[in-house]
């Protein structure tokens, strides 16, 4: 039963027992208080339900209010009711309709361990990093507050993005990188001259400042991203294919193996480590790097590869009750920070599958 339908039924108590009051009061005429508990009705109640419907960034709110009101609502039909045990045998049942919570979107959050072994949380909030608040946290994200290139690299810091996260940083030379879910960047306190080196662990947007006689690395466990000056997007999740994706400029990718291949603006590189495979194809990068500009947008992806990224923004756990329905082809855009329920529901009108949501967890089935 939904939260409509309690409305509804609620309300039909309400008017019977206001017309009783009436009928016996002998104050039933029109216009009374039956017509301005109607006229009540239609200006508050009904425009708050519409509005519930049609929000979708305040749903958690929404969603809380109105379970809030079904209580209530359930609470004056029992008590309206008395002792009358034929209605009160269909509304009892009611109140067991369990606090369904929507999956809300993740955040920008993010823990630092800097080369000192000191942690910090960061959120939205502005903050003073490091003992000798050598860095700082503002509506920019994490930057170096005085960088000096020419000081020797003598430690790391390390940046974690969880499940359910994301965040931006400034490096010390001035490069942006934006961090996406369950992703670790390792950086050093400082650049020294010659080769920047960061480690990445999970999926990156770079956009590299360039210095003469310094080129820019990122360092993965499948191999390294050699970097001149340019903004591409790296990914290396251990159960996905590592990626590259260049927006402008040049990299270069380098196996573990010494198997190399260069990339050219608008192409993305997708090397396989189980086989050293690498496979390049021209593309429209906005598919792959529209996270950084707070949407998610997909054109003919698997299931599975949709499912994997969204399970990360939402910190949810996606289950397949057959593994074909990966495969599936699809093609849709959400905001980052809306609700994924309408999502699947328009997977579902555009694909032989259903979703069942329960709790933490997507459950994926072919539709019966």
């Known amino acids: 039963m939904t939260w409509k339908d309690i ?17 016996e009061e002998g104050k039933g005429a029109p216009g009374n208080f039956s017509e301005r508990i109607a006229r ?9 339900y519409l509005r519930f419907r049609r929000s979708q960034r305040s749903i958690r ?35 067991e309709v369990p606090d369904v919570q929507p999956i809300q979107p ?15 949380a960061l959120r939205d ?21 005085a960088p000096d290139t020419a000081a020797p690299a003598l430690a790391y810091n390390t940046l974690e993005v969880p499940r359910g996260g994301e965040f931006y940083l400034t490096l010390p030379d001035g490069t942006q990188v934006w961090l996406n879910s369950a992703s670790v960047l390792r950086f050093p306190t400082q650049f020294a001259g010659g080769m920047r080196e960061v480690q990445l662990e999970g999926e990156a947007y770079f956009d590299v400042t360039h210095i003469e006689g310094s080129p ?32 402008e400029g040049r990299i270069a990718f380098e196996a ?85 329920e309408p999502f699947l529901r328009l997977f579902e009108a555009g694909a032989d599958v259903e979703f069942k949501v329960s709790g933490r967890q997507i459950t994926v089935a072919k539709r019966k």
């Open 7 to 23: 409305y509804d039924y609620s309300e039909r108590l309400l008017r019977r027992w206001v017309q009783t009051l009436e009928q």
């Open 106 to 120: 993740g955040s920008r959050k993010a823990v630092l361990t800097m080369a000192d072994g000191s942690v910090w």
């Open 216 to 247: 820019f690395r990122v360092v993965m466990d499948e191999g390294s991203i050699s970097v001149l000056g340019t903004e591409f997007c790296a990914t290396s999740y251990p159960d996905e294919p590592m990626a590259a994706t260049l927006v």
């Open 61 to 95: 709110l929404r969603w809380t209010a109105a379970a809030a009101v079904a209580a209530c609502l359930v609470t004056v039909s029992v008590w309206l009711l008395g002792d009358r045990e034929d209605e009160a045998a269909w509304v009892m049942p009611v109140a």
């Open 256 to 340: 573990q193996d010494g198997t190399a291949r260069e990339l050219q603006p608008n192409q993305r590189l997708e090397y396989d480590r189980a086989t050293g495979g690498m496979q390049v194809e021209e593309v429209d990068t906005w598919l792959y790097t529209s996270w950084r500009e707070d949407v998610f947008c997909f054109e003919n992806r698997s299931l599975g590869d949709i499912l994997a990224v969204l399970s990360r923004w939402y910190d949810v756990q996606v289950v397949f009750t057959d593994n074909a329905l990966k495969e599936v082809r699809l093609s849709g855009t959400l905001e980052k920070y809306s609700a994924i």
């Open 125 to 145: 909030s502005a903050m003073a990093v490091g003992k000798e608040q050598e860095w700082r946290v503002d509506d920019a994200g994490l930057q170096a507050v």
């Open 40 to 48: 009540q009705e239609r200006y508050d109640a009904g425009q708050a």
